[in-house]
């Protein structure tokens, strides 16, 4: 639906249905995200979309349900050609690898890639995430009931050569660190790796 000449108002509704090949797990559900809002698109240099709503997970084993808040979010704005920003948020569910029935993620990413000259590239990434691992408790000193929780902080910086126009070499640093209401899952990691990318 046209709001304005270049804004457009959106209305989404996604069904998603879990069900596990392991006998008798309880872990199979039904998830609904219904979601409203706008989509944007200024320029050739500025794109946006934003959508927020409500979702509902219900596990068929307990027929419990779990409803709340949900969005998802996208900005891109490139103020010369050689040099863009995004920006990336959500809060939504996933679905569990390990602990808990489910975990409901919220997160905001930013990157920066600028194009130096013909050869170099450079992209810088911030990202922070909070995972809520809803079924799972965490261990005292934590809050009686309270489910683990882990925030999540990542920092990367990465560097592209082009050595010929189909072949690339680069470098990436990426520094992150994660706080836990659980301690035992507490960390800190930094990982340098070397990139060779070819092009045909």
Known sequence: M?????????????QYRYDYLEPGSLKDSEEVLLFAGVRWNISAATFGRIEAGRL???FDATDSTFSGVAWEGALSWRPVYYSTIEFVTQ???TEATGAGDF???QGYQTAWTHIWGSRVTTVLTAIYAKDTYHGAYAPPPATAG???QDVTWLGSVRVMY???RWFKLGADYAG???SSNDDSYDYQRSQFTLLASFTL
């Open 162 to 164: 082009a050595v010929k």
């Open 103 to 105: 975990v409901l993620n």
């Open 2 to 14: 046209r709001l304005q000449p270049k804004t457009y108002g959106t209305l989404t509704l996604r």
């Open 91 to 93: 809060r939504r569910p």
């Open 176 to 178: 992150s660190a994660r």
């Open 146 to 148: 309270e489910y683990r």
């Open 56 to 58: 509902k997970k219900t």
